[in-house]
DNA sequence: ATGGCGCGCGCAGCGCGA
């Protein structure tokens, strides 16, 4: 089972990619973020023409996520417990053998925003849920843009970003007590090479440069992370004409033995 | 050098992203 996830800065602009990708990559589930959509252009038609189901969680404008799944998308989930949020972030839902969360984790903007408060507000309420939900699903992935750099080497200049947004040690706690609670960074279960990123700014030929971020990741939970046989950040989307600022990431997963 | 680019909205230029 290959899962995998993009935030695609508007799915209206970059759908002729996701499609040309799911083609190419064949993965059995998708997360998005970003989709900038409301749910009545989310483009189903066009998704399940090549072979794949849609959930999604759309607002105006800004957020929106959606999963695109080979399998039946079910029990769906478009709020963290007890964390009522008109912005539209999260989408939880069971496929086959999976339990999937796949999120939007806010940026924060800046250490003294406000928007630095709602985000760790928030990922205590995702911690929270997950601390709930512990041994319930044997097989969970977590998915999405973090807007988190776990560690310096996820960062192209971590001198300059020292203490910043999506690299100060409030963050990087939270996302340290979600993998304590039993997940891994699938990333980080095989060797890589140095200087691997999945976003990279469109200004100052930031891609060119690869002055990047790792900050889009694949959480599985231990039992998953046991079946997990390989895991890739794929470049190829960022090169195109018009791309996202961000680019696919996905695991893949032997659930058969 | 705190901008740079690209998006939505909507028709100018702003908010936002990371």
Redesign the pocket.
């Known amino acids: 089972m290959k899962i995998a996830t993009w ?1 695609v ?6 759908l002729e990619h996701v499609i040309e990708w799911l083609q190419r990559v064949q993965p059995d589930v998708l997360g998005l ?2 989709t ?3 749910d009545d252009k989310f483009p189903t038609a066009e998704i399940e023409a090549i072979g794949y189901r849609c959930a999604f969680s759309g607002q ?4 929106g996520v959606a999963v695109l799944s080979r399998l039946p998308i079910e029990n769906i989930t478009t709020e963290l417990d007890g964390f009522e949020d008109p912005q539209r972030r999260v989408l939880g839902a069971q496929i086959g053998p999976l339990r999937l969360l796949n999120l ?7 250490v003294d925003s406000d ?1 630095y408060l709602y985000k760790l507000d928030w990922l205590a309420a995702l911690r929270a849920q997950l601390d709930s939900e512990r041994d319930k699903h044997e097989y969970t992935a977590i998915v999405g ?1 973090f ?1 988190i ?1 776990p560690e310096d080497g996820d960062v192209h200049d971590p001198a ?1 970003w020292e203490g910043k ?2 690299c100060s040690p409030k963050e990087r706690a939270a996302l340290g007590e979600i993998l304590a609670l039993g997940f891994k960074d699938t990333y980080r279960l095989f060797d890589q090479p140095e200087k691997s990123f999945t ?1 990279w ?4 030929a930031a891609f060119r440069r690869n002055m990047g ?1 790792r ?1 889009d990741l694949v959480l599985a939970s231990n039992a998953l992370s046991r079946r997990c046989i390989g895991a890739s950040i794929d470049t190829a989307p960022r090169k195109l004409e ?5 680019t696919p990431v996905f695991a893949e997963f032997d659930l058969e033995t």
């Not at 018009?242 to 961000?246: C, E, I, L, V």
């Open positions: 935030n800065n508007s799915l209206r602009v970059r973020q970003e900038k959509l409301v105006p404008t800004y957020n939007y984790v806010p940026n924060g903007q800046s928007k843009d807007n750099a300059n947004v999506l976003w700014d469109y200004r100052a971020m900050i018009r791309p996202s600022d961000h």
